[in-house]
């Protein structure tokens, strides 16, 4: 199984991106998908996830300004980040709990990374 992503850039604050990201391979069913980032100097953190019924969940800093959302069928999860900030800038990793079988256990699987340049 492997996690691709893209999208990432240098944006102006104020601006927008939206990054993608598509896991491959022997998939049974994929149940969390989300995204992590970490800034330089910083511990990776979770930025926002959604399980396979769409519940969201966000870190306060972006409420409002990112949505994750999904795409069942293509197995790909999507970020939309709006009103960008500086402080935004990192490398984002997309990750995915997936069954390769059907016997209900899951594995995480990690992307390896978008950069994410805010300039201000």
């Known amino acids: 199984v492997q996690l691709q992503a893209s999208g990432g850039g240098l944006v102006q604050a104020g601006g927008s991106l939206r990054l993608s990201c598509t896991a491959s391979?022997?998939?049974?069913?994929?149940?969390?998908m989300g995204w992590h980032r970490q800034a330089p100097g910083k511990q990776r953190s979770l930025v926002a996830s959604i399980t396979s019924v769409d519940s969201t969940n966000y870190v306060a800093s972006v409420k409002g300004r990112f949505t994750v959302s999904r795409d069942n069928a293509k197995n790909t999860v999507y970020l939309q980040m709006n009103s960008l900030k500086p402080e935004d800038t990192a490398v984002y990793f997309c990750?995915?709990?997936?069954?390769?079988?059907?016997?209900?256990?899951?594995?995480?699987?990690w992307g390896r990374g978008t950069q994410v340049t805010v300039s201000s």
């Open positions: 990750y995915a709990y997936i069954q390769t079988s059907g016997t209900g256990y899951s594995t995480a699987y």
């Open positions: 391979g022997s998939i049974h069913s994929t149940d969390v």
